[in-house]
């Protein structure tokens, strides 16, 4: 239900605009695939739908990395700000 909402929250912005930039962006927002499973992250989940957002391929595999490799996030220090 919360994946539906997701699609739906991400066209709601788009819908009174005819710009063709913005309408290609939204094409490529609405194909994107997601690279995680919902089910096992329930909380990334929520986080999309609170936040109107949608976390990015690039973006998951960070977060993974991250999570499996605790001494990564030492290394990265300030570049950590917004994943």
Not at 3 to 8: F, L, M, R, T, V
Request: aromatic share 6%; net charge positive; proline share 5%.
């Amino acid at each position: 239900m919360l994946a539906i909402c997701d699609s739906e929250e991400a066209a709601s912005g788009y819908e009174s605009s005819q710009d063709t930039a913005q309408s290609l962006h939204l094409l490529q927002e609405l194909q994107m695939k997601r690279t995680w499973e919902p089910k096992e992250h329930p909380q990334w989940l929520a986080f999309e739908v609170e936040g109107r957002l949608k976390i990015r391929p690039a973006q998951h595999r960070v977060a993974q990395y991250l999570m499996d490799n605790p001494v990564g996030r030492c290394k990265m220090k300030r570049q950590t700000r917004v994943m």
